[in-house]
């Protein structure tokens, strides 16, 4: 039997930050639920669901009229994962899984179990590995917990690096300063830091070094000390590399590797470093290996897909 149920929000503001942008929130909450939702005036209607599917309604209003009462913009992420945590087969997020930075645009939230012991093992570890697909968040939720840490000064700065991987180039060749070689490489790692704090906080960072941008290469001789480290695209590390950058870290330091086993891009006969890293470190006490897998995708649906579509191709034929 279909129910209808109806949310009466007396504060515009509330109003308005729980609805998004043209009602972009509730066209997520819609696509996750089902049925119809509708705004009109100071009302929120939901119809054509279940009752189960009311009180999903009911917890997810709920939970976003908290978030907006504090001042926060909840992103279509962080409402996707509210309908999954009412679902049924799910249990509430638990807060220590749950990535809250200092001056930034919203909470990010775990979209699976998996990403969930992911945030959890770069908390209780000194070194932390995540493999996984592309769209997973591997590299969104290291750069979350970074911010995070440093944001809240828990960490004295965060480095990003990630080895250079092009066939005919070197960055010796390339225009500009260091800064500028190596941007172009890392610009995945802005792209997530800029979807997560203002533009103006993370220049300031640079300003104050509090960011720093490091090839791979350029690596060798440093001791990172109370800092967090990000080693981006892990999988195109040699051994040596891996070795090198394992080494590197310090007193007070963590660190988060990510890389994607399917998108090895190093010269043949060449073996990759986070492979052997993971063959080699997986029984070493204080390093958490976090795997991911297609149901942990969070871009675009259509990217699952995708990554499955692949998948099934490598498959041999029965």
Same mark, same amino acid.
């Given at each position: ?6 949310? #009466? ?70 409402? @996707?994962?509210?309908? =999954? ?21 919203? @909470? ?11 945030? @959890? ?16 968040? &591997?590299?969104?939720?290291?750069? %979350? =917990? ?10 004295? &700065? ?5 080895? #250079?991987? =092009? ?52 690596? @060798? ?8 480290v990000i080693l981006d695209e892990a999988q195109n590390t040699t051994k040596e590399q891996m070795k090198m950058f394992l080494t590197r870290i310090g007193e007070g330091a963590r660190a988060v590797i990510t890389g994607d086993t399917t998108q090895i891009d190093l010269p043949k006969r060449v073996d990759s470093g986070l492979l052997h890293a993971l063959s080699i470190l997986s029984q070493v006490e204080g390093i958490h290996i976090a795997y991911l897998n297609? %149901?942990?995708? #969070? ?5 699952? &897909? ?6 099934? =191709?490598? &498959?041999?034929?029965?």
């Amino acid at each position: 039997m279909e129910e209808r149920i109806t949310i #009466v929000l007396d504060n515009q503001d509330i109003l308005s930050g729980v609805c998004g942008a043209n009602d972009r929130n509730l066209k997520v909450i819609e696509g996750s639920l089902g049925g119809r939702i509708a705004a009109r005036g100071n009302e929120i209607r939901l119809e054509g669901v279940d009752e189960q599917g009311l009180r999903r309604f009911k917890s997810i209003m709920d939970s976003l009229v908290a978030v907006v009462r504090e001042g926060e913009s909840p992103s279509p992420e962080y409402i @996707r994962a509210l309908a =999954e945590s009412a679902a049924p087969e799910h249990t509430e997020v638990p807060d220590e899984a749950i990535i809250h930075i200092p001056h930034g645009f919203s @909470r990010v939230f775990p979209r699976s179990g998996n990403q969930a012991q992911y945030i @959890r093992g770069m908390r209780s570890h000194d070194i932390t590995f995540c493999v996984g697909p592309a769209g997973t968040g &591997k590299t969104y939720l290291a750069i %979350a =917990e970074a911010l995070c840490m440093v944001l809240s000064k828990k960490m004295r &700065k965060l480095v990003l690096t990630r080895p #250079v991987v =092009e066939a005919g180039e070197s960055l010796g060749f390339l225009p500009g300063d260091l800064a500028q070689k190596i941007n172009p490489y890392l610009r995945p790692l802005y792209d997530a830091m800029e979807s997560l704090v203002p533009y103006e906080m993370i220049r300031r960072m640079e300003e104050t070094r509090t960011i720093e941008i490091a090839p791979l290469a350029y690596m @060798r001789g440093r001791s990172l000390n109370d800092c967090m480290v990000i080693l981006d695209e892990a999988q195109n590390t040699t051994k040596e590399q891996m070795k090198m950058f394992l080494t590197r870290i310090g007193e007070g330091a963590r660190a988060v590797i990510t890389g994607d086993t399917t998108q090895i891009d190093l010269p043949k006969r060449v073996d990759s470093g986070l492979l052997h890293a993971l063959s080699i470190l997986s029984q070493v006490e204080g390093i958490h290996i976090a795997y991911l897998n297609t %149901a942990d995708v #969070v871009r675009n649906p259509l990217i699952k &897909k995708i990554i499955q579509a692949y998948e099934n =191709e490598k &498959k041999p034929s029965p």
